[in-house]
T-cell receptor
Framework: EDQVTQSPEALRLQEGESSSLNCSYT??????LFWYRQDPGKGPEFLFT???AGEEKEKERLKATLTKKESFLHITAPKPEDSATYLC????????FGQGTELSVKP | DTEVTQTPKHLVMGMTNKKSLKCEQH?????MYWYKQKAKKPPELMFV???????INESVPSRFSPECPNSSLLNLHLHALQPEDSALYLC?????????????FGPGTRLTVL
């Protein structure tokens, strides 16, 4: 059965304190791994797609990487406006979202 | 216009009511999606429409009935819902079918079933 697990569930950082979010997955025939950002009361906003192990994508303070078993979302020198829930989703036979990591960045 | 709109923002209904959720996009996208999201949980894909035809139904109970009247509009008809159906219902669209990496999401309709 396809599974996606994100850790930690919640993460509190000080502004400028870099860290990483993890997305572990088990899927037969990975067709894509997606990272989204979701602010409270809003729909998810697409961030990155990764297709194969070794692939990396960057956007501003965010960098996503992919191995055969997991993906990391690295946040460098975060700012308070980066506070949100970050969702990972994998596409195998169907699209499955992880539970999300709630990130809080304090000034 | 790069926006997906959803109405109403909030909806409270009884278990015997019939109501509809509406989603609209004017980006010329040919695929539209319905998701259900419970509090503190991830979105769950419900339906996918491609070129106004239902292409995916993720085993959703028949009390949820989707409809795509035209390429810009997606409805979700609700009938005889249960309290456990209370959730945020999200609509999304993409230019290509099942292009999950290109989806634009609406703000959602928060549904409460009494």
């Amino acid at each position: 059965e396809d599974q996606v697990t994100q850790s930690p569930e919640a993460l509190r950082l000080q502004e400028g304190e870099s860290s990483s979010l993890n997305c572990s997955y088990t899927v037969s025939g990975l067709r894509g791994l997606f990272w989204y950002r979701q602010d409270p009361g809003k729909g998810p906003e697409f961030l990155f797609t990764l297709y194969s192990a070794g692939e990396e994508k960057e956007k501003e303070r965010l960098k996503a990487t992919l191995t055969k078993k997991e993906s990391f979302l690295h946040i460098t020198a975060p700012k308070p406006e980066d506070s949100a829930t970050y969702l990972c989703a994998v596409l195998g036979g169907k699209l499955i979202f992880g539970q999300g990591t709630e990130l809080s960045v304090k000034p | 216009d790069t926006e997906v709109t959803q109405t109403p923002k909030h909806l409270v209904m009884g278990m015997t009511n019939k109501k509809s959720l509406k989603c609209e996009q004017h980006m010329g996208h040919r695929a539209m999606y319905w998701y259900k999201q419970k509090a503190k949980k991830p979105p769950e894909l419900m339906f996918v429409y491609s070129y106004e035809k239902l292409s995916i139904n993720e085993s959703v109970p028949s009390r949820f009935s989707p409809e795509c009247p035209n390429s810009s509009l997606l409805n979700l008809h609700l009938h005889a819902l249960q309290p456990e159906d209370s959730a945020l219902y999200l609509c999304a669209s993409s230019s290509r079918d099942r292009a999950y990496n290109e989806q634009f999401f609406g703000p959602g309709t928060r549904l409460t079933v009494l």
